[in-house]
């Protein structure tokens, strides 16, 4: 097994800043709603549900490879808060990323056994720390939310932490599956984020039932964002879903593609309940 670094501080406040300042190079116009429901967020005027003390679990939409990146800056600005994600096993293997997945303190997931990185995030939830999740287990080629797993809000349920539902919108069209970098794409590119309001669950939730509402919470998500993005796309455009007239694969041809990934290895098949 390849050397590995402790996880510092030092190098994850390294890696927020290097992300602030490519957000300031690229002039990057991040649109957020919903702030009031991050942790360490100033109360708003009127009635409002605050986030309760302690951990929580961040279920965060997955169209881009950058929707991590966003999320850790809005809530770095607005409670210097460090969050930390559940990483795939392939990634920290990665000869580059690796050492800085570690470094940063994420939490891997084995190829097999999850059961350490299931545990080790729970007790970090029950010492306040904040984890983010894709539940969708990988990126959306039809940008629109996709089945979800059930470890949000498990985790979220033996842990007694709130879930945070978070949309973001827009980050695909600067890095997404099948599309590389683009600068004309990325300068002042305008990206949409939807805080929703902390989900709490009984220990004795129905984790199929409250996956199931959390993936239409996500899409209601999304669809806000959707509608209070500021470009409006072409006839055909690629980054839209198919049933706004994209040209994005819909969701059934987003499944069969996902089952050939999982055939062919590119992808983990979904566990048997």
């Known amino acids: 097994m390849p050397w590995r670094p402790p996880s510092s501080d030092r190098f994850y406040r390294l890696i927020v800043r290097t992300g602030l300042f490519l957000r300031w190079a690229l002039q990057l116009d991040i ?4 702030l009031e429901h991050l942790p360490g967020a100033p109360p708003p005027a009127g009635p409002s549900r605050q986030v309760p003390p302690g951990g929580a679990v961040f279920a965060v939409t997955h169209f881009s490879y950058l929707d991590f990146a966003v999320l ?3 809530l770095w600005n607005r409670s210097r808060a460090q969050l930390r994600f559940l990483v795939h096993q392939g990634a920290a293997d990665h000869w580059l990323a690796g050492p800085a997945i570690s470094a940063s303190g994420q939490v891997v997931v084995g190829y097999n056994d999850r059961s350490d990185a299931y545990g080790t995030a729970v ?3 029950r010492a306040g720390e904040y984890l983010a ?3 969708e287990a990988g990126v959306s080629r039809s940008f629109t939310v996709r089945e979800c797993r059930t470890g ?11 879930v945070i539902p978070v949309a973001v919108w827009g980050a695909h069209r600067i890095l997404t ?3 590389g970098f683009s600068l004309r794409r990325s300068w002042q590119a305008p990206i949409q984020v939807r805080v929703g309001v902390p989900i709490v669950y009984p220990p004795d939730v129905d984790v199929d039932a409250a996956t199931k509402k959390l993936r239409t919470t996500l899409q209601t998500g999304i669809d806000r964002c959707i509608a209070a993005f500021p470009l409006q796309p072409g006839p055909g455009a690629w980054w839209m879903p198919a049933h706004l007239g994209g040209s994005a694969p819909t969701d059934a041809e987003r499944q069969l ?3 050939a990934d999982a ?10 309940k």
């Open 123 to 125: 007790a970090k939830l």
């Open 72 to 74: 850790e800056l809005l």
């Open 257 to 259: 593609l996902d089952a």
């Open 177 to 179: 599956r099948g599309h």
């Open 152 to 162: 949000a809000v498990r985790m979220a349920a033996e842990a007694g932490v709130p």
């Open 31 to 34: 649109r957020a709603e919903g």
């Open 263 to 272: 055939a062919a290895g590119r992808r983990r098949a979904p566990r048997p």
């Open 133 to 135: 999740v894709f539940p």
